[in-house]
């Protein structure tokens, strides 16, 4: 069985919404709408569970538990009051999550683009490795800057943008937060809690699609990729068949020849 767990309660100060920015709109849709759509899709998803601020607790329940658009895309739903700290906030829904579950999943609420593909691949190296993360190669150069001054160049070969979902056997995950509660250490995402702890975290190719929604231009690209979607599968084969075409044709010019 597999958990989710989707933190859900930031501020989004960079969006200037004045509101929960998963609530707002992406194609007539709450981003969380299209989250919990993609979580759904995937039949080893038994449980789902939004973290969100203490205020938006009950509200988002009787939307979830109601007959309105929510409920369209959930499946066993459980809402839970966060932290002062997204690591805090994961480390309440980890504790409200089922005891059946074998794997946990935490995914930023704020991706609604993320994949069945990429869910599924991480499902199975999170069982296989114990913890795996989806990410994609850096395609920036990186720099290291310490009081507005380069201090060195990473290899940007070795780089990787780390995305969401991030999976981990659920036993694997709690240590590492018991631990990082007990040494008071807070990380920067929760892989980096599990490497603490001593286990190897293996990386799954994810798409440069999976963006987090943060700000008002993300939106934007959002939609684009959204209404790009639909079409895109169709382009993708056409260019296959144009291109089988092609091949059989330069083959049978060629057996004229």
């Keep these: 069985m597999v958990s989710v767990i ?42 789902i569970i939004v973290v969100t601020g203490a205020e938006e607790v009950e509200p988002l ?6 007959p309105g658009l929510f409920r369209e895309a959930a ?11 997204r690591q805090y906030s994961v480390w309440n829904g980890l504790k409200a999550s089922s005891e059946a579950s074998d794997v946990i999943l935490v995914h930023d609420a704020a991706r609604p683009l993320v994949s069945r593909a990429t869910i599924e691949a991480v499902i199975e ?3 296989e490795n114990g913890a795996a993360i989806a990410a994609v190669p850096e395609k920036n150069t990186v720099k290291v800057v310490e009081d507005g001054v380069v201090t060195a160049t990473p290899d940007r070969s070795t780089l ?17 937060n018991e631990k990082a509660e007990s040494d008071g250490f807070l990380g920067t995402d929760d892989a980096s809690l599990v490497e603490r702890y001593g286990a190897r975290v293996h990386v799954v190719m994810d798409s440069y699609q999976n963006i987090k929604v943060t700000t008002p231009e993300d939106l934007v690209v959002a939609e684009a990729f959204l209404r790009q979607s639909g079409s895109f599968t169709g382009t993708v084969r056409r260019a296959a068949s144009e291109v089988c075409d092609f091949i059989k044709s330069a083959k049978s010019e060629k057996r004229k020849d």
């Design 6 to 47: 989707l933190p859900a309660a930031g501020r989004g100060k960079r969006m200037q919404a004045g509101v929960n920015k998963v609530f707002l709109r992406l194609m007539g849709k709450p981003i969380l709408f299209h989250t919990l759509r993609a979580f759904a899709a995937v039949p080893e998803v038994q449980e």
């Design 61 to 66: 329940r009787r939307a979830l538990q109601g």
């Design 75 to 85: 499946k066993s739903v459980k809402v839970v009051a966060g932290g002062s700290e």
């Design 125 to 127: 190296a999170a069982r």
């Design 160 to 176: 990787w943008a780390v995305q969401t979902p991030q999976g981990f056997s659920r036993s694997l995950l709690m240590a590492a």
